[in-house]
Every structure is written in structure tokens, then in C-alpha cells.
């Protein structure tokens, strides 16, 4: 929070600015640290794997939405024939 308000005080001038800065700052530590703890526990090939396993889970997440999305925006499953007379 500190380092937060610290930030939005140096950039009076633009605060979405600061916001964004600090948010990609902390993302980058954050990214940075997870990823380092595995390297150091497991060793690199475990800290491929566990990136390779996100990236799966995101597609398979992104995959499940957007199959709702087209059973929600799907049209009735009738289809009106026209008319022969």
C-alpha cells in the first residue's frame, strides 16, 4: 500500500499512469519469484512444465467459454421452410 501511494504521489500528474506502473512492477516481482522458487526446488525443466500445464488450463478455460458463448448466442434449433404455395 506504501509503495502504492508512494507511486501515485510521484506522478500527480497522471495517476492511471502510476497505477499501471505499479501494477506490471508487482506482476513482474510476483512472476518472477513463483518462478524462481520452482527453478530452485525443482530444477528448469519442472518450471517449463509448470508453465506448459498453465498454458494448457488457460486454452482449455478460453475453449469452455467460448463453446457457452455459442450455445447462448445459437439460434432456435428449428429452421422455418418457406412456403411452396
Known sequence: ???SVWIQRG???APEAGSALFVGVVQVA???SV???IDDMAGGRAD???GCALALLGFAALQRLAARERQRTKGPAYRC???LD
Open 48 to 50: 517449463f512444465t509448470f
Open 11 to 13: 506522478i500527480a500528474g
Open 35 to 37: 518462478g524462481g522458487g
Open 81 to 83: 421452410s418457406p412456403s
Open 30 to 32: 510476483v512472476r518472477s
Open 1 to 3: 500500500m506504501c509503495c
